[in-house]
């Protein structure tokens, strides 16, 4: 099994939806997706997803599947003076200062933090129930083979929850993986279920961002969501 993990496009935060941009975007990606051949379509229920989504489902005829568990994380902390913004934007030297690395257990005792290990198992349980329906059964690490499937699906969901769900798939701590990646609007990522035996799948990330429909067709790389280094 392939999952195509997918940023929705450009967003229009005030009016809940995507800018204009965000439209082109979402257009070049669905012909990307019918290129590389989808088997079924996920989607947030925000907005901003949706709307990337539906180029997607329109141009290769599939009715969708709206997936609560996976809308954008309302995870908040504190920045350096007090303010709060969204955990996923911490600055990474933060969480680099402190050795070993922080993991899920061993967030920093914040009160802005204490429920996020709880909220990360949350994600954990969702992710086991969606994936199970998908014929694989997490097992710790790794993934018994219930039903063995070569289908490829698309999930369109946001930024934060994507690097959470990806810190989760891939059993890496999400504080570092927060810190270390960005996934672009409209970008794909792709998780391959890797079956090297008939009994267990490893999922592997074969492809981080990618933004190969914008190059395709001329259009710019939106950096929305990324703090710095940006110009």
Same mark, same amino acid.
């Given at each position: 099994m392939k999952i195509y993990l997918i940023r929705h496009a450009e967003p229009d935060y005030a009016n809940h939806t995507i800018t204009a941009a965000g439209h082109l975007e979402a257009q070049a990606l669905a012909a990307r997706l019918q290129e590389a051949g989808v088997d079924r379509i996920y989607c947030s229920p925000v907005n901003r997803a949706v709307h990337t989504m539906r180029y997607t489902a329109d141009r290769l005829g599939m009715e969708p599947v709206i997936e609560p568990w996976t809308r954008e994380l309302n995870w908040q902390a504190p920045d350096d003076q007090g303010r709060p913004i969204?955990?996923?934007?911490?600055? @990474?030297?933060? #969480?680099?200062?402190r050795k070993p690395y922080p993991g899920h257990e061993t967030w920093p005792d914040h009160e802005s933090y204490r429920d996020y290990a709880a909220l990360y198992e949350t994600i #954990?349980?969702?992710s086991d129930a969606f994936l199970l329906r998908h014929g694989y059964e997490r097992e710790e690490g790794r993934y018994r083979i219930q039903s063995p499937s070569r289908e490829a699906i698309a999930v369109f969901c946001h930024l934060g929850f994507g690097l959470t769900w990806l810190s989760h798939l891939l059993e890496i701590p999400f504080p570092l993986v927060w810190s270390s990646f960005w996934l672009p609007p409209s970008s794909v990522t792709t998780i391959l279920f890797e079956e090297r035996s008939e009994q267990w799948a490893v999922p592997r990330c074969t492809g981080l961002g990618c933004v190969a429909h914008l190059h395709k067709t001329g259009l710019p790389v939106s950096f929305m969501?990324?703090?710095? *280094? *940006? @110009?």
């Open positions: 969204a955990a996923w934007n911490i600055p @990474g030297e933060a #969480v680099r200062a #954990v349980s969702d969501g990324l703090m710095a *280094n *940006n @110009g």
